[in-house]
């Protein structure tokens, strides 16, 4: 299971600043952490329309977690660095 490859196959050809965007897996044992960074103007995009795509990316990601036996939780980080 590689969610790191997953969500930049989905989520690079959205983003108008594809440079900006980088993913950030932390945790240990059955924990997983897995961090979205995007430029701001790019955010609304992963986002989706009422939250639709995030949503769907995260059902995406605990499911192929439970498959492989992990806890994953999937964060869009919203603070200003990119």
Same mark, same amino acid.
């Given at each position: 299971m590689n969610l790191e490859a997953f969500l930049r196959d989905v989520l690079?050809?959205?983003? $108008? *600043?594809p440079e900006a965007? /980088? !993913?950030? !897996?932390?945790g240990e044992g059955r924990k997983r952490d897995v961090l979205v960074y &995007? $430029? &701001? /103007? $790019?955010r609304g995009r992963i986002i #989706?329309? *009422? #939250? /639709?795509? !995030? @949503? &769907?990316l995260r059902t995406l990601c605990k499911a192929a977690g439970e498959k492989a #036996?992990? @806890?994953v939780d999937l964060e869009l980080y919203d603070g200003d660095e990119a």
């Open positions: 690079t050809p959205l983003l $108008d *600043h965007f /980088r !993913i950030e !897996i932390e &995007a $430029d &701001a /103007r $790019d #989706g329309k *009422h #939250g /639709r795509m !995030i @949503s &769907a #036996g992990l @806890s």
